[in-house]
């Protein structure tokens, strides 16, 4: 109850307490950062009669009474017919009109005077003297005189002048001078940069910096400029306001690449410069901009701290709605506001016609740069002596993007600048993490002034070269409206140590990047890879267990987990594949199709995750491949001789005279048609590699869709005159190389089978032909306990015989008028997948003991006439062993034929091991060829396609790419062949020299 007595007690003073609150909110100063808008954009010629341009706000100001502009614009002068009675330098002067009886104004403003006869009075209200005479306003020694004189100095009295630097005519002296001495003398006061000043403690440091440190090059310069001018602008900057003192301030901070050093005295340029910031806070802030000071030049965003610089890049969306219309380019509309060296503004400039490029370069590509869009790159080597010739006058800019505001009126936003050479407090803060970055405002191109020493002709010692100018865009995230956040450049200087101007070069180069938040599409790609990769992981552990239980095994050991990582290689291959592939054509159909601005291709940072991807699905799909290879050169492999002997022979035996008969031998040579049929078919493919290689690059390169990958949305199939400027996108060259390789070889593929082996030749059927036509079977094990069998047991009994009998049985074949050439009677089934009993293989493996070739085995022979007797004894009770079990001629060694489950077709694993029995697969889809390149054409293919897209993300040259994926597929095939051929040599006992 306290509580809310309490609590009605001080209600009525609620509002009360709320309008003291308000009022303190409005007194006190800002805190914080201001978010930086756009302003107006003006320009001297936008200014009235009544007004000028006010170079430090960029804005028009009024003049006073009795003021107009003055000729270029940038200050107030008195109108014709009145005189100066105060003029300190800074943005106000004021003015009085002079007595009828003196109508003419002096040539410095400051007196009314008579003109002489003969004289006439200008427009702006001064005296003209006739062709050869010159007007003598004062006497020999300043003092004024009631009626001008056409005729020469020399003749006035002194009073308030002094030589001009010429010393052909007297002028009146600076007005720092009269106002510290009343005279031209300084005396015992400040006298710098030609300036004289009061000697009042603690106004500005008593001694500058005027040495020059150039970083990387470890070399210093007394500049001649700075000993000049530095301390002179800084202290008309203070006292005065003097705009362009406090512009040629700014502008000596931003040739020592605005660094600041907080623990020693602020005695250097930028060290002045923020003495006279804090100093000038009573002077107000322009365009509510707390960093930009009334008098001051803006070289500073606000006072730094964490996060700044992301609020300043990342604002509020620029108005602007950008599109991909095409024949309708955008274009980045850049103005620059130019300073000379001294302070005086210069023009406003458009950066079109290579404003801010040092190389050289056509009109067309030099604009190039800033269409909307279009990332551009650029680069030349320059000679030094080139730079000093042309950039003898130093001049600086302050950058910004124009657009039209709400009211319809041109509005300007400034752009920041990132410089990578600014240090605070001696690190070079700018080229760490963005959160300690300190962004600036004002730079320049080439620098041939600081380094000057002794005096301001002679050649500068050390320059500063832009080297690297990048201007980056941003896209706002998930914008379908074309928004993009303020654009803001980055810019790096190299120092270059004058030595052979003729022989030294700089490499130049400028650049437009495109970036956009990836962030979601990064989390996108990861969880399609470990969505991806999870069932890789399931299915690579299927084909482990389908292994194991094909080898005879059960325990998990080290073979199983090295087993376990090669299938996982390959299946996880696939999954970089796909994934990378889908991203490919992503960008590439998005991004060429879009026409309002939702999506930005990636930069070259920003494809190094990309690239990974790719090369490691390269490299596990090579490691499948080399896996894949490895199977199919070691399998083994028997070839079953059907045919029986016809008839006997008799032969006597050597050393003696005895006659006996034996079985007609079998010719061999069936054997070896079948063997060299089985070699040859071991690297077919279902895709001509030539026909495939020419015609991806007849498409890329002589189509033009080559052109398609350059990171330009408006490109076409014809190269055009901003391709050399316009670099091509790693992801768009992959997306566009995988699509086209695929495609074509999809295309092959399906032609094969479709048309080519349907309608002209089908080389795996013809083998199996020429096995049932030999009578040869063969016999292959892909695994101690797997393989398969192609049944070429001819129907007709034998196969041994002449030309006249083979047509006859054929034609018989072709009639009907005899069995079906399948295993089971009545069925046409050649082809099977056989999963045997341990039993069946442990005597497999009795019996081809002595068919292991090797040195090891070779040496332990006594003679090569034993071990060829050996082999061949192996060789005949192979055969037998065989026949006989597939005749099912022994007791305990039989087999059934059947189908294998859906299931397990799906899974490609059989779910029942053989126990007593083994177990014939019915296999319709010739799945032999898995040992073959034949059966394995999408890894081929696909492994061709990672090949060709590697080299070219290295090399950028799919001519390049082309020839080394075809020289790479003919060193894996001639691998292939070469070790195949040994392989089947070895194990059929079939001589080498007969595979051809």
Not at 281 to 304: E, Q
Not at 588 to 593: I, Q, S
Not at 684 to 709: C, D, H, M, S
Not at 960 to 967: Q, S, V
Request: net charge positive.
């Amino acid at each position: 109850m306290a509580a809310a007595k309490l609590q009605l007690h001080w209600l009525p003073l609620a509002p009360l307490f709320l309008l003291l609150v308000l009022m303190l909110l409005l007194l006190l100063p800002p805190i914080g950062h201001s978010i930086i808008h756009s302003v107006s954009f003006k320009s001297p010629r936008d200014c009235t009669k009544k007004q000028c341009f006010d170079i430090s706000r960029m804005a028009c100001r009024p003049c006073g009474a009795n003021q107009q502009t003055s000729p270029d614009g940038t200050s107030c002068v008195c109108q014709p017919g009145y005189k100066l009675i105060s003029n300190n330098g800074g943005p106000f002067i004021r003015c009085e009109k002079c007595p009828v009886t003196f109508p003419a104004v002096t040539q410095d403003g400051w007196s009314c005077i008579k003109c002489p006869s003969g004289a006439t009075i200008d427009h702006q209200g001064k005296c003209r003297c006739s062709m050869g005479h010159i007007l003598m306003e004062r006497s020999i020694n300043g003092a004024p005189l009631i009626v001008a004189q056409c005729e020469p100095c020399y003749v006035s009295d002194p009073a308030f002048s002094m030589p001009d630097p010429s010393a052909k005519q007297c002028v009146r002296c600076h007005n720092a001078f009269i106002k510290t001495t009343k005279s031209c003398d300084c005396k015992s006061n400040v006298l710098t940069g030609g300036l004289c000043f009061l000697s009042q403690p603690k106004v500005l440091t008593t001694s500058v910096v005027t040495n020059i440190i150039y970083a990387k090059v470890s070399f210093s310069v007394s500049s001649a400029w700075f000993i000049s001018h530095l301390k002179a602008s800084a202290i008309a900057c203070l006292r005065f306001a003097n705009l362009t003192a406090c512009q040629a301030l700014g502008n000596m901070c931003v040739m020592t690449m605005n660094s600041l050093n907080m623990a020693t005295p602020p005695n250097d340029a930028c060290g002045l410069y923020q003495t006279i910031f804090k100093r000038t806070m009573h002077l107000g802030i322009v365009n509510s901009i707390n960093s930009w000071r009334k008098t001051l030049p803006w070289l500073y965003y606000d006072g730094h701290v964490d996060g700044l610089p992301s609020r300043i890049l990342r604002q509020d969306p620029f108005p602007t709605v950008f599109h991909f219309k095409p024949y309708e380019h955008m274009e980045l509309q850049f103005v620059i506001a130019k300073y000379d060296a001294r302070g005086y503004f210069l023009n406003w400039e458009k950066v079109t016609g290579g404003t801010l490029q040092l190389c050289p370069d056509t009109m067309t590509k030099l604009n190039t740069a800033y269409i909307f869009g279009i990332t551009y790159q650029q680069q030349c080597t320059l000679p030094v002596s080139t730079l000093l010739s042309k950039y003898r006058d130093i001049q600086f800019y302050d950058m910004y993007m124009l657009h039209i505001g709400e009211n319809g009126e041109e509005q300007l936003h400034p752009i920041a600048v990132r410089n990578l050479n600014l240090q605070y407090n001696g690190k070079f803060v700018n080229q760490g993490k963005k959160k300690s970055w300190r962004l600036t405002r004002r730079f320049f191109l080439v620098d041939t002034l600081t380094g000057r020493e002794v005096h301001l002709n002679s050649q500068p010692k050390v320059i500063r070269v832009a080297k690297d100018i990048k201007i980056r865009v941003n896209l706002v995230p998930n914008t379908l409206q074309g928004n993009i956040f303020p654009p803001f450049l980055t810019i790096s200087y190299a120092n270059i140590k004058i030595q052979n101007p003729e022989e030294q070069t700089v490499p130049i180069s400028f650049s437009v990047e495109y970036e956009m938040d990836l962030s979601t599409a990064y989390q996108n790609t990861e969880i399609a890879l470990g969505f991806l990769s999870g069932l890789s992981t399931i299915y690579s552990v299927l084909k482990t267990a389908s292994w194991k239980r094909r080898i005879g095994s059960q325990m998990i050991d080290i073979p199983t987990i090295l087993k376990f990582l090669l299938f996982y290689a390959g299946d996880l291959a696939n999954t970089f594949f796909v994934v990378t592939f889908g991203t490919g054509f992503y960008w590439l159909a998005f991004f060429k199709g879009q026409q309002i601005v939702s999506v930005l291709l990636p930069t070259s940072s920003q494809e190094m995750y990309f690239i990974f991807c790719v090369v490691s699905a390269f490299v596990l799909k090579f490691l499948q491949l080399l896996h894949k290879l490895g199977i199919q050169l070691t399998v083994d492999i028997f070839f079953i001789d059907w045919e029986r002997p016809k008839g006997k022979i008799v032969k006597s035996i050597a050393g003696g005279g005895d006659i006996k008969t034996a079985p007609a031998p079998v010719s061999i040579w069936r054997t070896y048609f079948v063997a060299n049929e089985w070699n040859n078919i071991q690297t077919i493919r279902k895709i001509n590699p030539i026909f495939q290689i020419v015609v991806v690059i007849f498409i890329l390169e002589v189509v033009g869709f080559a052109n398609l990958t350059s990171m330009n949305p408006y490109s076409q199939l014809k190269r055009t005159a901003e391709s050399d400027v316009v670099p091509s996108s790693h992801i768009l060259r992959f997306g566009m190389a995988s699509t086209v390789w695929l495609t074509v070889g999809i295309i092959q593929i399906v032609f094969c089978a479709s048309i080519y082996e349907r309608f002209v030749e089908d080389r795996i059927s013809q083998f199996i032909d020429v096995c049932s036509i030999s009578n040869i079977s063969v016999m292959i094990f892909s695994h101690r306990c797997f393989g398969y069998y192609i049944h070429g047991r001819s129907v007709h009994g034998h196969a041994d015989t002449n030309m006249e009998e083979m047509n006859l049985n054929l034609k018989r074949e072709a009639e009907n008028l005899c069995g079906q050439r399948g295993l089971v009677p009545n069925t046409e089934n050649e082809t099977f997948q056989i999963f045997i009993t341990k039993k069946i293989r442990e005597q497999y493996d009795k019996i081809r003991e002595p068919i292991h070739w090797s040195n090891r085995f070779i040496q332990h022979l006594n003679n090569s006439d034993d071990a060829f007797e050996r082999r061949v004894k192996a060789y005949n009770t192979t055969n037998k062993f065989l026949g006989s079990f597939i005749d099912h001629a022994i007791r305990d060694m039989d087999y059934i034929v059947q189908d294998k489950l859906l299931l397990e077709r799906i899974i490609d694993m059989e779910l029942h091991e053989p126990a007593d029995k083994t177990i014939f697969y019915n296999d319709e889809h010739l799945s032999f060829t898995d040992i073959l390149y034949y059966g394995n054409e999408s890894t081929l293919l696909i492994f061709d396609t990672l090949f060709f897209c590697v080299v070219d993300l290295a090399a950028k040259n799919f001519i390049l790419a082309a020839f080394l994926t075809y020289i790479q597929q003919k060193i894996i095939q001639f691998i292939r062949v070469a070790i195949g051929r040994k392989n089947v040599a070895a194990k059929t006992l079939v001589d080498e020299r007969f595979l051809l």
